[in-house]
């Protein structure tokens, strides 16, 4: 199993990470052999078997909706790179038109 | 010379600290020496709080003398720095977190300060938990106790190196595939993964949610039983741990396993595997025989299916745990002309490429076109896994099997080819796949390394675990030796 290069390209994009030239052309090769390791699993037939997500068969937690303190704002906004007025400061997201 | 008091475990210290025989600034003190000693050779920590550490065992100490002393009250402990703390950092081994510092305790955390715990550092870890060798870490590898050019394993290496060498008494790490156990048997020592749910993960830096437990190290049975009888139960904030009694995990430790019946899988025989290390996990098994346990042979037939399931499963997780570092929140955050250039930029630099290579895989079986292939795909394997636990478990109390096919590895000769790095957790990952406890016990050396027997056992079932394996421990030697360097340096 080889990997594209448009393929490598497009799931770097989805993860928006930034990868040098290099970088690329190594996680062509080393993502094909593990993809290779991993589609092994294609030869058992699983036709009738269901998923597991996870394996405690947990249901549903519900609790009272009561109002409780939370993280103080000024602990959890000491850590972020931009902060002001007691929110975290972001990059504008829709351009103007 | 090592101070006698680093080479007490856990449960005689709880004793000579109750008898007010030693104090906890006394043992404390002892393990800053050895750190000052054999840190510069090992490089355990990532952070080290010897100020914290040296308030934690004064509080502890006048605790004790109200007479108001708890299991690990006045204990010395390292911490996996994946572990989140208000008062040190939390790194996750990652440059992404350098310089983070968390607004609240994991749980796990605040349960050992409940105790006047005594923290001694953060422990090195591969990058977000990613590797079986501490060498993806971004702040250097940890190296081996027995050995200083082979890895302590990972990703908990630094916390099992930690233990074994004397720095600390007990540690936690996580296990996701296997990162408790590898390194407690590349190490020496006893690592335990308890079951899914067992422990709370509020606080744990996420890796693959549906695998991820915290758990235990110590030097011996009973002092991974102290350390679990602590951190197990139920937390609100954690709705994947479950509400179930804590049982009396030292009371399990009876010494007595006649009649009990071992699962022996004929599949834990793998290309790879080192003969050297087969003969000694063969001689652990006639001395369990010898102490009155049945062998009895089990088939777990998709065992060969486990580790390509999981290399799906865990960095798909991950693909999506890992969405959160985009330089917003916290971490590092590069500059750009627009958001996707931040994000490009901080991700692109912050991850090193173990985590990005994960977050590769997570994100290609996860996106259109080979979800069904690949993710769902895992998911029906995993079932397959998981019932062939439950098959196995109609027939025998636990299962034994090698932590790991070899020895401790060199460092540098597995970090060119990522596969050859997977496969030394083949063993380690089925326990994870059906979320089992396991625990890994010494069980002898080969090529002057130790090696590992695992047990694994039914959901919620840490007490037969124990039982088997302390009594083990105490029909051998392994859990008195110590590595040359814990007392020459």
């Known amino acids: ?97 | 010379m090592a101070s006698e008091l680093v080479r007490l475990s856990a449960g005689e210290a709880r004793r000579l600290l109750d008898r007010r025989e030693i104090s906890a600034v006394e043992l404390l003190d002892a393990h800053l020496a050895q750190i000052e000693r054999v840190e510069p050779h090992i490089h355990a920590f990532i952070t080290l709080t010897p100020e914290i550490a040296r308030r934690q065992a004064e509080a502890a100490d006048a605790r004790i003398a109200r007479g108001e002393g708890t299991l690990l009250t006045g204990i010395p402990i390292a911490l996996k720095d994946n572990l989140c703390t208000v008062d040190a950092p939390t790194t996750a081994g990652s440059r992404i977190l350098e310089g983070f510092r968390s607004p609240y305790d994991a749980t796990v955390v605040a349960r050992l300060r409940a105790q006047d715990a005594v923290f001694v550092g953060k422990a090195n870890t591969d990058e977000f938990a990613m590797g079986s060798s501490t060498e993806n870490s971004a702040y250097g590898p940890t190296r081996n106790p027995w050995d200083l050019e082979r890895v302590p394993g990972g990703s908990s290496g630094g916390s099992a190196a930690a233990v074994a060498v004397g720095e600390a008494m007990l540690a936690l790490g996580s296990d996701t595939g296997g990162s408790i156990r590898q390194p407690a048997g590349f190490c020496g020592i006893v690592g335990l993964k308890p079951t899914y749910g067992r422990v709370s993960r509020y606080g744990l830096i996420a890796f693959a949610s549906s695998l991820d437990q915290i758990g235990p190290f110590g030097r011996t049975v009973e002092d991974v039983a102290l350390l679990l009888q602590v951190i197990a139960g139920h937390d609100p904030a954690d709705s994947t741990s479950v509400d179930l009694p804590v049982p009396d995990y030292r009371a399990a430790l009876t010494g007595d396993i006649r009649g009990l019946r071992i699962g022996i899988p004929a599949e834990y025989r793998v290309p790879g595997m080192d003969p050297a290390v087969e003969e000694v996990i063969e001689e652990a098994l006639r001395t369990l025989q010898e102490l009155g346990a049945e062998l009895v042979p089990v088939s777990l037939p998709h065992t060969e299916y486990a580790l390509a399931t999981y290399y799906i499963i865990a960095p798909s997780e991950a693909s999506a745990n890992l969405a959160r570092y985009d330089g917003v929140k916290y971490g590092l955050s590069l500059p750009g002309e627009t958001l996707l250039e931040r994000y490009l930029r901080t991700r692109g630099e912050g991850f090193g490429p173990e985590v990005k290579r994960r977050i590769m895989l997570g994100t290609y079986a996860l996106s259109a076109g080979y979800y069904d292939a690949y993710y769902v795909k895992a998911q029906k394997v995993r079932t397959l896994i998981k019932r062939d636990f439950d098959q196995a478990f109609e027939r025998v109390d636990v299962i034994a099997a090698p932590t790991s096919p070899t020895v401790a590895f060199r460092l540098g000769e597995r970090t060119a080819d990522p596969l050859q790095m997977y496969l030394s957790d083949v063993f380690t990952i089925p326990a994870n796949m059906a979320g089992l406890p396991a625990i890994a016990v010494p069980c002898g050396f080969a090529h002057g390394l130790p090696v590992s027997l695992q047990f694994m056992g039914r959901p919620f079932d840490e007490p037969t675990l124990l039982r088997v394996a302390h009594a083990y421990e105490q029909a051998t030697p392994w859990h008195t030796m110590w590595p040359a360097l814990a007392a020459q340096v």
């Open chain 1, 1 to 97: 199993m080889r990997l594209s290069r448009e393929i490598v390209d497009h799931v770097a994009m989805l993860a928006r990470l930034g990868l040098s030239e290099e970088e690329r052309e190594r996680m062509r090769e080393q993502l094909s052999s593990i993809l290779e390791h991993v589609s092994r699993i294609q030869e058992l037939d699983t036709e009738a078997i269901p998923p597991t997500a996870q394996v405690i068969t947990l249901q549903n937690i519900w609790r009272e909706d009561e109002v409780r303190p939370s993280l103080p704002v000024e602990a959890v906004l000491a850590n972020a790179p931009e902060s002001e007025d007691g929110f975290f400061r972001v990059h504008a997201v829709l351009e103007q038109s």
